[in-house]
């Protein structure tokens, strides 16, 4: 079983504290080690300094023209260049003897002197040993030893005998050994005073430096002590915390769970959306399969009656050209049978565009390079007189000089754009009569119904066509002043078999009230990339304008 936060906080305590107090008593440690050594420094300061003066003294002073090193190292070179002393004996004797003589020149003056000059040294002995010579067999070194006859200090003042011993050559062959005292007693004393004074300042050093650990292990412990318990504490609230944490994860797994069950209706409900939405789909395309079946027998119905028209008019043709060819016709006869005849082929060139269009699928369209412009001035031309004369109104159309390139099927566009003229034309009879019905039912007396019947018979539609640009798309509009649509017509008045004509006796003779024609205009508008927009209000007019994109550069 895991032991909790706190259990493993109070195991650990021992080592934090040991790692808090480490910087400490390493410090203590450290200071206490720097003031021994430099107690130790200063003790052996002097007795360096002595080995160094007597060891210079040695080494510099000159009884025979050469020093003690230089008679060493020629005793030694002539005892390695006759090892067996067979050539001259006596030649390395005398050498030997100059050896101790050197000596005793050097350490006899400071035997004459002894205890009366302070800083005069004290030879109690000197010697020197000689290793045996290169390339002799067997025997021992030699020694030069010099002893004085002054009495070494007694046993209690041993340590201040001071021993020099070093190597002159600096290859091991000799070795000078020096037995010294250098400093007389006052001086010895001087040296123990100033001993004991760095040990009392080593000493209270030392305190003060204990004292200032202990301070700091006492703050330290004390902070130790109160972080601890801020920590346990803190560890407390956290367990405290951690439970909450765990009851409110418990809580949020139960919303989770709602949130699962709500997802899982709410994909339920997706799925029958999406159900719905595929039946939608099914009815749409079936809707769509009927539209182009109803387009189909409509094209059939009509191209049926377009081609019994045009078949009629054939026996029309023959006798016009009959008559004409006939002699003693007067001109204007002759000119009125040429008219007659005139506008019996337009009628059957417009029955075979009527053929041609009623029997193709709005969808399946030919496209051409059009110019909108001159396409709408030559239908404002074609209607211009029948809305004059039969019509009762005026058609007009505003198109720039320039050709307005775009692309589309000529005889598609042109049934769209002569369905928009017929339904403006509908929307100016209704107003007309709308107008004459207002006039009949003025009350406020006959003079002033009379000039309201005179004003609705003087009034007179208006349908205007329109061409222009507007940015990267063509803009067609239809423009009437009739009588308007409510906001429920204009939403609807694009779908199939819609309409407020049917069975309406104003419009006998003039191809309305089936409900296809604007549908038909949605329809060749979708498959040329346009759109359509409506903008009417009742009693105020309606302009329909249709957005196309215009053809590529040629």
């Given at each position: ?136 067999s067997g025997g021992s070194g030699e020694r030069v030893t010099w002893e004085s006859s002054v009495p070494r200090p007694a046993r209690q003042n041993r340590d201040r005998l001071q021993v020099l011993e070093y190597d002159p ?386």
């Amino acid at each position: 079983m895991n032991e909790s936060p706190i259990a493993e906080t109070a195991d650990r305590a021992i080592w934090k504290y040991v790692g808090g107090l480490a910087p400490a008593v390493l410090l203590w440690a450290i200071l206490v080690g720097w003031l021994a050594w430099q107690l130790d420094e200063r003790s052996a300061w002097s007795e360096e300094t002595d080995r160094a003066t007597i060891r210079e003294w040695i080494d510099e002073a000159r009884n025979f023209r050469k020093t003690l090193p230089e008679l060493i190292a020629e005793y030694v070179r002539y005892g390695d260049d006759d090892p067996d002393n067979t050539a001259d004996p006596r030649r390395r004797e005398t050498k030997k003897a100059e050896l101790l003589e050197h000596v005793r020149a050097l350490v006899e003056p400071t035997r004459a002197y002894v205890n009366q000059l302070p800083l005069f040294p004290e030879i109690y002995r000197f010697e020197i040993d000689i290793a045996p010579p290169r390339g002799r067999s067997g025997g021992s070194g030699e020694r030069v030893t010099w002893e004085s006859s002054v009495p070494r200090p007694a046993r209690q003042n041993r340590d201040r005998l001071q021993v020099l011993e070093y190597d002159p050559t600096g290859d091991g062959r000799a070795t000078i050994r020096c037995e010294y005292k250098l400093h007389a007693f006052n001086k010895l004393q001087r040296q123990e005073q100033e001993r004991q004074r760095m040990s009392l300042v080593a000493g209270a050093l030392l305190a003060t430096a204990s004292v200032l650990a202990g301070l700091f292990v006492v703050r330290f412990l004390r902070r130790e002590r109160e972080r601890e318990v801020a920590r346990l504490t803190a560890l407390a609230e956290a367990e405290y915390r951690e439970i909450e944490l765990l009851q409110a994860q418990h809580r949020e797994d139960e919303a989770r769970q709602a949130q699962q069950e709500l997802k899982s209706e709410l994909l339920e409900r997706q799925l029958e959306t999406s159900d719905l939405q595929r039946r939608a789909a099914e009815a749409e395309k079936s809707a769509f399969e009927m539209k182009s079946q109803l387009y189909a027998s409509i094209g059939i119905m009509a191209g049926s009656y377009a081609h019994n028209i045009k078949n009629l008019l054939v026996r029309p043709n023959d006798l016009l050209a009959r008559c004409i060819e006939v002699n003693g016709l007067s001109r204007e006869q002759e000119g009125m049978l040429h008219e007659v005849k005139s506008t019996l082929g337009t009628v059957t060139d417009r029955l075979q565009q009527i053929l041609k269009t009623v029997r193709r699928d709005p969808s399946n369209a030919e496209v051409t390079r059009l110019d909108l412009a001159q396409f709408v001035r030559e239908a404002a031309t074609t209607w211009f007189d029948m809305g004059r004369d039969k019509w009762k109104l005026m058609i007009t159309a505003d198109t720039p000089s320039d050709p307005v390139w775009i692309e589309g099927d000529h005889s598609h566009l042109q049934q769209a754009i002569e369905n928009l003229v017929f339904n403006a034309r509908d929307a100016t009879f209704e107003m007309r009569n709308h107008l004459r019905e207002a006039a009949r039912r003025e009350t406020a007396g006959p003079e002033l119904r009379k000039q309201a019947l005179l004003a609705a018979a003087a009034w007179k539609g208006e349908i205007a066509l329109g061409v222009r640009r507007d940015g990267d798309r063509v803009v067609l509009t239809v423009r009437d002043n009739g009588i308007g649509m409510t906001d429920e017509v204009r939403e609807k008045c694009l779908l199939p078999q819609y309409t407020t004509k049917r069975d309406n006796a104003l419009y006998e003779g003039y191809s309305a009230g089936m409900g296809l024609g604007l549908s038909f205009v949605a329809m060749v508008l979708e498959h040329h990339g346009g759109t359509l927009t409506i903008e009417t209000a009742p009693l105020a007019g309606t302009t329909f304008r249709v957005s196309l994109p215009p053809a590529n550069p040629a």
